[in-house]
Structure formats: structure tokens, C-alpha cells
């Protein structure tokens, strides 16, 4: 019992440290929303990535920065009403 | 990288990146000058400015093998030198530190903190330092912040504490700067949102009710620990923020910018608001807000201000108006912001006024521009808009503010430096009939686009172009003293007699000279202290300086045919095959030495060194003779013209020179034996100083004249040109100190020779037929000359003329007015004076309007004109997506010109409300384009391209044949692939289709049953951008993430495709996983760090082999080298190995090598030849542990290195 108690602690650890890192009842709105935002983030990172869209979009670069991390605040939409309500 | 590959490409960058994605401003060096070191992908660069001449020139460029994403430069209190910190995909902090007596960067500390790679958790998007430069703060998009503690220690080196975290879950970050806080305890600022109550709540509310934080992170120095300090809601839609001098120098906080406007905010101020004035004028919106993209602050005495830049180019001067007390006292307290406008330049990456009073401006396309400033735009008439008169609050509203814009008034433009940036097409071909392709491109964006011809060669600016009387054979310049620093006469050589022309303010001829004039010249010198000397066939004539000449005859019935001189040595081959050698005495005479020495063939060149300092002889004389062959003769004095070796060659040498050039593998300076062939062939082996041995003889095919050698200088250092059928300069590059042989841009010559005068201390003459040339040569530092045609608009891809020099461009540019709507405001308008001004859009862009086009087809003549000959402009909101000039069956095989054109195109999320096939017949030699007609298509043609008489066309996801009926296109056969075809590419019935998403697909076309059957496609899902066809099974291509790959499709499936005729096998073949019934086999992967435009197999070079050239979005220029053996693939990868070890000179930025080429999937069958060239940047004792290592010489690895790229590029 100890062990799976530690197991969890770690993967937990893991969790905090590692945003996106999954579990066993990760939710498909989870899934999709990490997916999501990890993207944006990696087209906000790449330099190169980031120029060619805008320049796709006809925007700044700046512009379009901004815009993507606005987009990762609500990355996949609403989440599903929680059954309890 | 596995090691069972069959193939292998060697990877070489031929020009690196142009786009400069961040740029710092700092005294690297440790005086009082500023430098600016830019990134450039994964190359940073540290450049000088030079004041007095107004421009900026690169010291030295590394490669650092890791996305560079942010740069900061720091200086600790009480010191000159500023350091710089890099965030970079490492997952660590890298502090490195410019040294300028081995102009090298240095890395002083190296911390890891996370994961490589570029993730959302991990920092290094957000880089700020401390002013004072106590602490820096590395962020992540998401929650991550890490603080890291500068100091230093008792051996006063700088020291960086373990990190400490500043962390917050759930947390984006839009910005985040460093405060100006004097000497209190460093406060960082973000720019935050948290999302966790949007992802709770299924009812939309939380998400409008979401706000974005300005938040003050506190370190305390005492405590070590960071806290949370301050956090208040802002304007929901800001994304930058600016630092404002705290301290003694003013009130501190930060400029937080939102969408139209631009808030002071600072936690014991008041708020203060202005608006970012909208452009006014007959084409603008005057509902359009601006965006602050850049922005740099500048502090001088007792006051500063802020230059903040919007989306359209537009330069704002911020300033704060400060509060006095009753005694006109400063209070420390904010009284009002304002804001003017400035000047408009180029739209920027990054921004940077340097202490010299100038602005480097690191432009987000096309070049990069450095002003001068001529004033301040202290009392001019521009509207100034402050805070008093707006609101503070975020969401209370406000009269729009609005000027003029008008040409620079305060900044002055000195230079514009060449950026290739971004790079959309791109096509090698010769249309210039030489002996090397050019290079054809599409580059920039909006308004500063242009059409690009990049050409191998130096160049050169022309003095002097006169014609001569006669064609002269020979031209030299000389010296009358040794101490001279100018030369006084040019002597000019012809067929019968010699002319001698002095210098002075008018060249002009001069007989009194001592020259014998009757007779061609053979060889002039200035001898010993101020004597002169004139070979020529009949004899030498030795000219003292009181004008007595000593003459020594040749012997009876023989002639010189060749000789060669220094300033104490003279030799000179009769036409019996002997060599009569004279050393200048101690009394200024020559004397001949006793002992001739004959040789077997006819001499037909000689050559000595010249004599080295300190020494009263060079020691060998080196003989080339029609047997082709090369001998090195002594001339010490106890072994005088003793054989002292032989080199055979391929031909006949025509010109020898022995001289001594800088050396990258000995560090120091190596004499060479420079040979020309009569083939056109140019070798250059190293000749051993003691022993006279020749060894390490490299070759290069200069072109189909004799090779001709002359000594010249240029830039100080001593450089060979030589003549062929075009001029080359063989130079020492500056940074690696490698060998580098380039052609001059320009006319072919046949002597050239040394010229220094007053108006020109470093310059050459030179003979071209009839005419006499001086000209200079000025920059060794770039060897690809551009020449720039502007276009329109943004350039998205272009052909060419099947048969003439012509290129059809097709440009649109998304969210700019077309031109008839521009012109149709103009008229309407009831403008008030200077409403209807327009200005040139090449400085201030053209007016935008979501959801309009501007597009237009251009052609241009890089050739005759150099110019766009014709312009088509598309109407009704189209824009053009694709081209092809394609030759009809069915009209006589006339060629028209094709475009495909989408309406009301809206990219993100795409929509369009209808695609377009243009036809147009070309006129004039292709000059003129007549329309035709247009077909309506489902969706826009995305791709278009000339298939075996008809139109192959990709209209979305459908793959067509079209033909070329009278009224419209006929659609003949269709077949649906995946996505969106964004390519097309094809070999006889071959075609091979990119898709935007799924990598490419392998299709037949069948004939007799007019089908086309995909038969092979990829298992990876690769976002094609470009692809070529190597052979008929292989495909080579680049992807939008940054990937180059080369696909082939199994042997057994492609014969089957081809095999039977009517497809019906292929059909019915069973589909394999939702695909078709093939897979294609990777070949290679490679990571190049750009995102690949353009794709082509070609030879670049005059004999060179067919390379894999591709062009990169950022401005790179790269090729892919086939290695041919094994053994070379061997060596080369153990050479990777060692150079990418702990013990080699593993990346600066401490990424991974290997990491870093396998970014997105594992490296495979490519050896990274830009590593393996870090080996000549190496100090020599690691270069030596590598080459023991490799168990071969440094010469050999150098050698080796430098043949892989000059066989094939430059």
C-alpha cells in the first residue's frame, strides 16, 4: 500500500512540475486543452514559426504573439457541465 | 544518427539567416564602445558600429546549434564590460561574455533548470535583467519563473546563485520586464492571466470576466527569496510592457501597452492614460487601433524617453511630465504622460539607440536599417497628446487621437543593410551565360518586397576606365625608392614597345625615364634602395636613381622568354631552356652568378618569393616548364639552383607565385606556391620554408583561359588574383583564416597589377583589350552579390519564362486596400489639405483593411532592364494563389501563363467564397500578358503546374487535369487526396503531390484510361512547404516546422506503377491503413533551424555535381552534398563526433548537437557540415587533439573540410 501511495506521490510531483504530464482519469477536454496550449506555446517559441504565420495572417508578429497566447486562456472552448450540477 | 543508412548528405549553410530575431545593445568588449549582438537562429553575431563612418559591420558570427528565443545584456555594478545572457532551447541559462583579443565568444556559466526543447513550462521566452544587474528573471509562457542572483565573488568573477522560483500555476504570461528600481531590491514585472477558473466554468462567464494582472515580483536580496508583491488589474488586452528609469533618474514603473493605448502604472503612482494616435488620412480607417510592437527606452542626462513603434511603422516619443513643489522642486511624483510622433521607419524586431546617437533597427522584414538621429523632435509642431486630457481607467472610453504622417524629420538613414528576409522562392538557372548559376529569389514583405539575384563574387568599385592607343600585353606599376609610399609610374607593355606613364594628378607620359621604349617588357622591379629594373627579351637594364643605366645583354641568339623579380633577386629563362640568376651586391649592383642552369623543357614561367624580413634572399626559385612541370630550385648560397622538388601537373603551368599568406591550421602566416595551368586551372600547395617540399596541393577549375597569378593587396592582407576566362581573388578569410578563392564581379582581364596612390592606397590596374582599369576592391566579408528589384506586395511564388530570361511573380498582401479601392477613396473624399497626401508605401506601408487584398501579377527582367517590365493587378478582392506557365497541346503547344486566385480569402480560420483559374496569353516575347479568361473552381488552386501538354492543378484537396477550351479550362480527370495540395511536382507520367498536412503522395497518371491512381504515400504527417524530385523514385522536401527529408518510394512498387498501361491492377490494389496501397521509405531527416521555402537540385558552381539547394523563410541559403564513398562518410562522422563532444567545441548554448539536428524526429543520414567548419575556428591545441583523435594531420582534416564545400558551393 506504501508503494502505491509513494507512486502516487511522485506522479503527482510530476504533475505539478510538468504541466500536460497525464493520468488515468485525465479527461478528453484535459487532453485536448494541454494539446492545445502546448502548441500555441511552440509557435510562440519558434521564432522562425512565429514570423511565417504572421506573414500567412498579413499581421505583426507581435500582434500575432499576443493572439496566440490569448487563445491559450480558453484553448478548446468551455469545459462540459460537471454532472453534479 | 543510425549508422545502416545506404545514403548520406553532407549539410552546408552557403549564407546564414538575415532575419534578426532579437538584438542587445551593450559594451561587450570592455571599452567605451557599444556593440550590438544579434540572433539570428541559431547564429549569433556581434557587431561593431562604427560612428564616423555611420554604419555597422559584423566582428564575428557563431554558430551556437540552438534555437536562440532571448537575449539580455548586464553589467555588474562597478564594472565596464557587459555580459549576455541567452534563453535558448537548451533548458539552461548560458551567460556568456565577448572577448575581444581572440574575438570569441566565452561561456562563463552554464545552468541547467528544465527540459530542452521549446515548452510551454520551460523559460527561456521571457528574458530580463536587473539594471543594476544584481538578478535576472527567465519565464515560460505558463507558470514557470526562475530568479537567478548575479554577484560576484573575492576574485571579482561573476557568480549566479542556484535559481528560485517564482512559479505560478495556471498562469499565462504576456510579457515580462525588469523594473528600475535604483538600488532597492530588484522588482520584475509581468504581465499575467489565470485561466484556472475559465477551464471550470462551462458557462462562458469566467472567461469575460477574466483579468490580466500587472504583477511585481520582488527579490529580496537579504532574504533570498522572491515574493509575489504587488498585482493589479490592467487593460484586458495588453501585451507589452516598457521600463521606465527609476532611481536617481526617475519616478520607475512600467509603460503597460494595450491595444490603442498606453498606461504608466506604477505601484506608489498614479495611473496615467494616453491613447496611440491613428494615422489620419483619406485611406485609413480611423476606427483601426494600434498595437506598440517595439519599443526601446533611452536615458541621457537628467532625463529619457521612450520611442515606441506600432504595427504600421509609426515611432512614438513617450515622455513623463514630473511634479514640482511650490519651490520647483521635484517631488518624485508622475504629473502627466505624453505622447508624439517621432519618425517612421521599418517595422522592428528590436529597437536600439546607441550612446553615438544613432538607431539600429532590426526590421521584422527585408533590411535592416541604421539611422542617425539629426534632433529629438524636441519643439516641432507635432501634436503632443498627454494624460490630462484621457482617462485613466481601462475601460472608460475616450476621443481617438489622430496625426499626420510625414517623411523622416528627426532620424537620418546612413545605412541599409541587406536582409534577405523572409525568403519565399526562390530558383537557381543561368541566364546570364555564365559559367555559374545565379540565383533567383523572392523576398521581403508588403511594400519592401523585392526580387533578389544572388551571384557568387566580390565586388568591385571601378576608379578609373580609359582607352589606350593600342592593346597593351602587360601592365605594372612601381616605386621609384624603396621608402616610397605611392607608386610613380604605371608601365604599360605592347606587342613593340613600352610606355611609361607617370602618376600624379593627371596620368601622363613620361620618356625621360631610363626605360628602353623600343622594345615589350618582360618584368619591372624596384630594386635595392631607389634603382629600377626592366626586363625585357633582349636584356636587363638596371636604372639608378641619377638616371645611369647598366644594361645586361642577353646572349647572342638567344632571348628572355620569362622572369621574375623581387626587390634583391632577379631571374630570368633564356629560349635555350637556361636560367641566369642575379643577386643584388652590397653596392647596389646586380651580378649574375657564375653557373647557369638548364633545363630539360622550355621555361614558361618562373617565380620568387619575396624576401623575407630580415633575410637578404628568398631562398627558392620556383620554375615551371612545358613538360608540366614544377621545380622548386634553391638559391641559398652554398646549394644555388640545386633541384630541390618536383611537382607534376596536368598541363603546362602558365603562372607561378610563391608567397606567404595567413594560415588557418599553423595560425600564423605559411608560404605557398600559387600555380596556373593553361587548362584554367588553379592549384595552390604549401612550400616547406627549410626543405622546399611541396605538399597539401589543392585544386580548382578557374575557367577555359590560362591561369594567370599577380600578387596583389587587398585590406591589408597579401591576396592572389587570377586571371582566367573571369577574375578571381584568392583572400584569406578574415574570421576562420581559411582559404577562400571567389570571382570578381566584372569584366575579364588579362594583367593586373599593385596600385597605390594617394586617392587610392589599396588599388589595382588592370588591362581588359584596349582599355586601361583601376579599380578597388572593398568588402572580403560578403562573397554573394545582390542585386534588388522592388515588387509590390509580399511575393508568393513565381515561374519562369520557358524560354526567355522572364519571371512571372504573383503577390498579394492580406489586409491592405487594393488599389482600385485606394484610388476610388481618393476621389470620393471631401479631404481637407494633406488628408489626400499619400506618401510612398516603401516607408510607410499601404493602408490596411481587414478582409481586403491587394494582389498583382508582376513580371520581371532580372537580365536587360533589371526591372519590372509589367504589371497586372487582380481586382474584385482576389488574390493570387499559384502560377505555372504551361504549354497547351491543343493550341500549338503555346505557352500561357496560369493563375490561381482565391476571392475574399480569410486565412485563419480558412475561408473564401470562390477560387479562380486564370488564363493569360503572353505578348511581346513574354513581356505583355493579354487575359484571356477565368474558370470558377470549388476552392482556390493552390497548385498548378504543366503536365504532358494540359494543367495539372490542385484545387484543394483535389488533385486535376484541366485542358484549355475557348471560353473557360475543361476539366478532364480528378482525384481527391487528404488535405490541401499545396505542390505539385512531376517526371513523365509521374506526379508527385504535396499535401499541407500529409507529406507527400505518389501518383500515376494513366493515359489511355485518363485516370490518375495515387500508389504511394508517406507514414509520418509532414506539413509540406516545398519538394522536389531528386531521380524518378526520390523526393526531397522541407516542412513548415523547420525539416528537411528525402523520400523514396520502394523499387518493386514504383515499377509497378509504371508497369501496366491501363492501371486497372492499381486500382484494384488493396489500400493499406486508410492509405494508399505503398509507403515511402525515409531516406534522410535533418533539422536545419529555418523553415525551408524552396527546394532544387542543382549545380551551383562552373563543374560542380549536383547538390540539393533549399532556401530557408529566415534568408538561408543551404545545400545538401551527396557523399560519394564511404570512407569520406566515416571520417566526417567521426569528425562530428569529436567536434560535438565535451572535449571538441560542443554548442555554446549547451543544446545537444545531435538533440538539436534531430529536433522533431531523429537526425538521420546527415553529416552537419557547419559543425564540422567550427574546426577552423578552434585554437590550435584542441585542433591538434582532434586531428590525433582521427589519426590524421590538421592539414588533412582542414583540407577535407574545405573540399566539400568549395567542389560544390562557395
Redesign the interface.
Known sequence: MADKLRTLQQLESLQ?K???TGHADTTPYEWK?NIV??SY??Y??????L??M??????????V??QL?EK???ATG?????EDD | MATTSSMFMYSLTIQPPS?I?SAVLGQFAGTKEQQIITAS?SKLTIHRPDPSQGKISPLFTQDCFG?I?SLAAFRLAGSSKDYLIVGS?SGRITILEYVKENNRFNRVHLETFG?SG????IP??YLAVDPKGRACIIA????NKLVYVLNRNAQAELTISSPLEAHK?QT???DCIALDVGYENPIFAALE?D?TE???????QA?EE?EKLLVYYELDLGLNHVVRKWAEPVAR?A??LFQIPGGSDGPSGVLVCAEDNITYRHSNQEIFRVPIPRRRGALENPERKR?I??GVMHKMKAQFFLLLQT?DGDLFKVTLDMAEDDNGQPTGEVKALKIKYFDTVP?A?SLHILKSGFLFVAS??GNHHFYQFEKLGDDDEETEFSSDNFPAEPTEPYTPAYFHIRPLSNLNLVQSIDAAN?LLDCKVANLLDEDAPQIYSICG?GARSSFKTLKHGLSVAEIVESELPDKPEAVWTTKLTREDEYDAYIILSFKTGTLVLSIGETVEEVTDTGFLSTAPTLAVQQLGEDALIQVHPKGIRHIRADKRVNEWPAPQHRSIVAATTNARQVAVALSSGEIVYFEMDTDGSLAEYDERREMTGTVTCLSLGDVPEGRVRSSFLAVGCDDSTVRILSLDPDSTLENKSVQALTSAPSALSIMAMADSTSGGTTLYLHIGLYSGVYLRTVLDEITGELSDTRTRFLGLRPAKLFRVSVKGQNAVMALSSRPWLGYTDTQTNGFMLTPLDYVGLQYVWNFTSEQCPEGMVGIQGQNLRIFTIEDLSRNLLQENIPLSY?PRKFVKHPEHPLFYVIEA????LAPATRAKLLNDTTAVNGDAVVLPPEEFGYPRGTGHWASCIQVVDPVTTKSVVFTLTLEDNESATSVTAASFASQDDETFLIVGTAKDLV??PRSFSAGFLHVYRLHEDGKELEFIHKTKVEQPPTALLAFQGRLLAGIGPDLRIYDLGMKQMLRKCQVTTPNLIVGLQTQGSRIIVNDIQESVTYCVYKYQENKLIPFADDVIARWTTCSTMVDYETVAGGD???NLWLLRCPQKASEEADEDSSGVHLLHEKHYLNGTPNRLCLMIHYFP???PTSIQKTSLVAGGRDVVFWT???GTLGILVPFVGREDVDFFQSLEMQLASTTGNPPLLGRDHLMYRSYYAPSKGVIDGDLCETFFLLPNDKKLTIAGELDRSVREIERKISDMRTRVAY
Open positions: 505539478a510538468y504541466v500536460g486543452n496550449r502546448d506555446a511552440s510562440v517559441g519558434h521564432p522562425p514559426l514570423a511565417y504572421a506573414l500567412g495572417l498579413g499581421e505583426n508578429k507581435e500582434v504573439r499576443g497566447i491559450m486562456i480558453r468551455p469545459p462540459p457541465p460537471r | 532575419a530575431t537562429g534555437i528565443r532551447d527540459k521549446i515548452r510551454r513550462v527561456g521566452q515560460s509562457v505558463e507558470k500555476p499565462l504570461v504576456f492571466v485561466y475559465v477551464d471550470q466554468d462551462p458557462t462562458g472567461l477574466v488586452d501585451t507589452k498595437h510592437i517595439a504595427e517595422v524586431n521584422e522584414s523572409p514583405a509580399t498582401d492580406n489586409n491592405v486565412v485563419s513548415k516546422f523547420g533551424g529555418d523553415i530557408g523563410f529566415q
